[in-house]
């Protein structure tokens, strides 16, 4: 499914809307869905309408698509880029071994509470 043209896929123009985008993909999932269709490569042209109605029914995407040919993290400006709460689920994570996690993992036994004071700037 490599460089895609998203539109081609659907088969509608690049300035199509919102609804001709739906109407499009609805027509052609009907004529594609795996359980459904009798063609060979039906459940590979269907994850491919998914992709392209993925990006070209949300209108944020969608743009980004139109600029730089593609969704990927990374492009437009998002280098680097991640969701700063990320960082919680990573610190959260990683106290399971000091006896703050789930009661399945090993690691050392419960001692004496830590403090630590961290900063965090966004």
Same mark, same amino acid.
């Given at each position: 499914?490599?460089?895609?043209?998203?539109? @081609?896929?659907? %088969?509608?123009? !690049?300035?199509?809307?919102?609804?001709?985008?739906?109407?499009?993909?609805?027509? #052609?999932?009907?004529?594609?869905?795996?359980?459904?269709?009798? +063609?060979?490569?039906? +459940? +590979?042209? $269907?994850? +491919? #309408?998914?992709?392209?109605?993925?990006? #070209?029914?949300?209108?944020? !995407?969608?743009?980004?698509?139109? =600029? $730089? @040919?593609?969704?990927?993290? %990374?492009?437009?400006?998002?280098?680097?880029?991640?969701?700063? $709460?990320?960082?919680?689920?990573?610190?959260?994570?990683?106290?399971?071994?000091? %006896? $703050?996690?789930?009661?399945? =993992?090993?690691?050392?036994? =419960? @001692?004496?509470?830590? =403090?630590?004071? #961290?900063?965090?700037?966004?």
């Amino acid at each position: 499914m490599a460089d895609n043209n998203y539109y @081609g896929v659907l %088969g509608v123009s !690049k300035d199509a809307s919102q609804d001709e985008v739906k109407q499009a993909y609805r027509k #052609l999932a009907r004529k594609y869905h795996p359980d459904v269709s009798q +063609e060979p490569d039906a +459940e +590979e042209k $269907f994850k +491919e #309408l998914n992709a392209a109605y993925e990006v #070209l029914s949300d209108p944020q !995407k969608r743009s980004m698509y139109d =600029r $730089f @040919g593609t969704v990927k993290p %990374g492009m437009g400006g998002f280098e680097g880029f991640h969701d700063p $709460f990320d960082i919680f689920s990573e610190v959260f994570s990683n106290l399971g071994g000091f %006896g $703050f996690g789930s009661s399945g =993992r090993s690691g050392p036994r =419960r @001692g004496r509470d830590i =403090r630590s004071k #961290l900063t965090i700037t966004f």
